[in-house]
Each structure stands twice: as C-alpha cells, then as structure tokens.
C-alpha cells in the first residue's frame, strides 16, 4: 500500500517505532528497500532529494507507485529535501504521497511561511508536509547539504512552528550531520533536546543524517520520540564498495551478476536499520486498522 507520512508516522507512533526513509535514486536501490521490507514485512519509505528526483525523472515514480501500491506492506514516496514550492509541486505532480519543504536556512518567520505555502498546496492533494526546524550537519560528501555548523532545534519554537505551518512531521536538528564521518570524529547527539522538544509538541520528529552514528545513541533517539530515520550514505556505501569489489576483482560487467550482489549487501544494511528502529514486522499494525 502507499501512504502519505501522517498516516505512516501515526501509527509508528502509537506502537513505539521509528520508520527507515531510505534515499533510493534508481531502481537497484528501490527493489533493495522494497524487496526486503516485503521479506520482513516492515514498513519502509522511499525517498529522493532533488538531484536523485531529477536523476530518476517523473516517468521512474510510475514504476515505483505501480510496484509499491498494492503491496501489504505500507510505503510513502517521500521528496527529501525540497527547497522550493516548485520542486515540492513537481513531485506532488509525479505521483509522491509526501514532500519534505527544507526552509531550515531562511529566517524563523520566512520559513514558517513558505512551510505553510507548501502545506496548503500539498494538503489539497492528500499529500504530507515534513519541515524543518534548525540546520542539519553536512559532512560535504553527501548530496542532501547541510551547514557546517549544526544550529540546534530551539523546543521553544516548535509548538509555533507546527501550529503556524500545520507541518505533519519535524524535522530537527540535535547533532546529527548529512554523510559519513571522517575517521576519529564522534558526532554528540544532543538527546537532552530532543528530550525538550517531544515534552513540548506531540507532532512526530524525524532524524536527519542517521547513517554512521552509533546504534545506541539512534536507539535512545527513538525511544524518545524519533518515528523517521532518514538513511542513504550507508545503503549507497555498502552498494558502490560491492560493484567496486566485483569488477575490480573479475572485470565482471553484467549488471546481473553485479548489481545483483550489490542489492543483496544493501538489504542486509536495511535489514539492520529496521531491526535498529524497531520496525521489523510491524506491517500488521495497519493490517490491525481495518
Ligand atoms: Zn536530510
């Protein structure tokens, strides 16, 4: 089945789990989430930031409603990262059950605003609205952005935020950057805030930049009030590293024989997420809502 994110999020919420959002650009990385949230019966989202958007092109989504749409399993087509009313319109268009409006680098007020623009265009299509409050990290090998310097979610503002925009989902910043991390850094989340923030609002909290943290600190994330893991250098890593492997190994250039291993060390990567978030079989609780 295909779902807009509140309904996603509603429900992970009410059973204590977070949902891995998967940046999938291509189809070996959309039958990768897929296939194995089929196989475990888990909820996944799929999602794809704007370069991966224009890279798939509008007619790629067909494919990916057409394959996902009468699964058992529950999925959103997520836009990660749109920075404009037009890329958000662009993907309502192309058939995504969700947009994300990243108006995290404006000012306060200006972000508010333009959240609400996408918002009330995205609702008259059933579509859902994650914002974004304070700058996620960039560790500048990654295609999603992010600032040098993490400019923490203030609690203080995300009642507001919410109320004002009618955002479905937050996105937050507690110290998490975009990438993988240079060798010897430790990133520090801040729970303490993320502890503030889910005191102060009930709206579900999604991580940023969950590849390469440690599992304890996104576990502990979790269990506080985190029900959207976003995670795409680890998949694309363990993918590239497999190609990588087999070619330079056997000069083997058929995609079967490449691609196909390549998608199997990606699942076992999902695989982990989901364990991680304790998603891992919990298709049945929307089986449960009918
Ligand atoms: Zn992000």
């Known amino acids: 089945m295909l779902l807009n994110l509140r309904d996603m999020l509603a429900v992970a ?14 189809l070996a990385l959309v039958r990768a989430v897929v296939e194995q949230a089929e196989e475990t019966q888990t909820p996944a989202i799929l999602q794809f930031a704007p370069g991966e958007f224009k890279y798939a092109t509008p007619w790629f989504f067909r494919y990916v409603r057409e394959r996902v749409k009468d699964s058992p399993v529950p999925f959103a087509l997520h836009l990660d990262h749109g920075k404009t ?8 268009q192309a058939g995504f059950t969700s947009v994300m409006i990243d108006g995290s680098l404006l000012p306060y007020e200006e972000n508010k605003a333009l ?3 996408v918002t009330e265009l995205a609702h008259l299509f059933d579509v859902s609205v994650e914002g974004e409050l304070g700058t996620i990290g960039t560790m500048g090998n990654s295609d999603e ?4 310097d993490v400019l923490y979610t203030d609690p203080a503002q995300v009642v507001d935020f919410v109320q004002a925009t009618g955002c479905d989902a937050l996105a937050v910043a507690i110290g998490t950057a975009h ?15 993320l502890q503030k923030i889910h005191e102060a609002s009930d709206t579900a909290l999604v991580l940023h930049g969950g ?18 893991v976003n995670i795409s250098s680890d998949i694309k890593q363990v993918f590239f590293c497999k190609i990588h492997e087999i070619y330079t190994g056997t000069g083997n250039f058929m995609p079967p024989q490449v691609f196909g291993p390549a998608i199997l060390e990606v699942r076992k990567t999902v695989q982990e ?18």
């Open 13 to 26: 919420k009410k059973h204590g789990f977070a949902i891995g959002a998967f940046n999938t650009s291509d």
């Open 85 to 92: 009313v037009e890329e958000c319109a662009a993907a309502i």
């Open 115 to 117: 959240t609400r623009q």
């Open 145 to 148: 952005g992010g600032v040098k």
């Open 179 to 193: 990438g993988i991390y240079p060798e010897g850094f430790k990133p520090q989340l801040r729970l303490d805030i």
């Open 211 to 228: 590849s390469d943290n440690p599992d304890e600190e996104i576990r502990r994330a979790c269990a506080i009030g985190i029900h959207k």
């Open 273 to 290: 997420k989901m364990d991680l978030f304790g998603s891992t079989g919990k298709a049945v609780c929307w089986r449960m809502l009918d």
